[in-house]
C-alpha cells in the first residue's frame, strides 16, 4: 500500500524559508511523477510544482523563482525547498502521486 508522508512544515516570517518532505512508502518516487500541492482557508487545493520520473520540473505561476522541488532516490522522498515566503503562501500543503495523498503539513507566514 502506497503512503506519502509530509514534513517540515511551521511558522515563518515573511521573507523566510522552509523545506518541506514527503517520504513514500510502498512505491519508488523514481519512476514517478510526484507533486506538491496547497490548500489554504476557504480556498481549493492548488498545485504548486511537479517533478517527472527524467527529472523535468515545472511550477505554478505564483512560486517559479522562489520554490524548487527536487528528489532524494536512495531515501525515496521529494523536497519543497520555499524562499522569499510571503503570506500568501500560508497554507496545507500536500505530497500527490497517482491516486495517493499525505496528510499535509500546515505552513504559516507571518508579516
Known amino acids: 500500500q502506497v503512503q506519502l508522508v509530509e514534513s517540515g512544515g511551521g511558522l515563518v516570517q515573511a521573507g523566510g524559508s522552509l523545506r518541506l518532505s514527503c517520504a513514500a512508502s510502498g512505491i519508488s518516487f523514481s519512476r514517478n511523477r510526484v507533486g506538491w500541492y496547497r490548500q489554504a482557508p476557504g480556498k481549493e487545493r492548488d498545485w504548486v510544482a511537479t517533478?517527472?520520473?527524467?527529472?523535468?520540473?515545472t511550477y505554478a505561476g505564483s512560486v517559479k523563482g522562489r520554490f524548487t522541488i527536487s528528489r532524494d532516490n536512495a531515501k525515496n522522498t521529494v523536497y519543497l525547498q520555499m524562499n522569499s515566503l510571503n503570506v500568501e503562501d500560508t497554507a496545507v500543503y500536500y505530497c500527490?502521486?497517482?491516486?495517493?495523498w499525505g496528510q499535509g503539513t500546515q505552513v504559516t507566514v507571518s508579516s
Open positions: 500527490h502521486l497517482g491516486n495517493t
Open positions: 517533478i517527472f520520473s527524467n527529472g523535468i520540473t
